[in-house]
Nanobody, 122 residues
Framework: VQLQASGGGLVQAGGSLRLSCAASGRTFSGGAMGWFRQAPGKEREFVAAITWTGGTAYYADSVKGRFTISRDNAQNTLYLQMNSLKPEDTAVYYC????????????????WGQGTQVTVSS
């Protein structure tokens, strides 16, 4: 499984960005995909996840109401729409895939993408 994240960049506080994660290498018929982020000097943390088949979404409290996770099953692509961005959202964002739904909000994912930098200026 290969995951390729893109869409990061520099944006002012209050602005928006849309991240994409293209998945390849297998047929995705279950499991879940998620977005995680890691700020300088901090541990990697869960941001959002979505079940691949049912589309049930989960969010960290810090992004609820501002971020929306979605997926395009036909294109094997995961998205993260980020609105009302804050300087504290600055981090490298990673997408990941896991085969099962247990622990969907943890870091225990099976495959990881390379990350894309998001910088929010104040």
């Amino acid at each position: 499984v290969q995951l390729q994240a893109s869409g990061g960049g520099l944006v002012q506080a209050g602005g928006s960005l849309r991240l994409s994660c293209a998945a390849s290498g297998r047929t995705f018929s279950g499991g879940a995909m998620g977005w995680f982020r890691q700020a300088p000097g901090k541990e990697r943390e869960f941001v959002a996840a979505i079940t691949w088949t049912g589309g049930t979404a989960y969010y960290a409290d810090s992004v609820k109401g501002r971020f929306t996770i979605s997926r395009d099953n036909a294109q094997n692509t995961l998205y993260l729409q980020m609105n009302s961005l804050k300087p504290e959202d600055t981090a490298v964002y990673y997408c990941a895939f896991r085969r099962t739904l247990t622990g969907i909000t943890t870091l225990r994912y099976d495959y990881w993408g390379q990350g894309t930098q998001v910088t929010v200026s104040s």
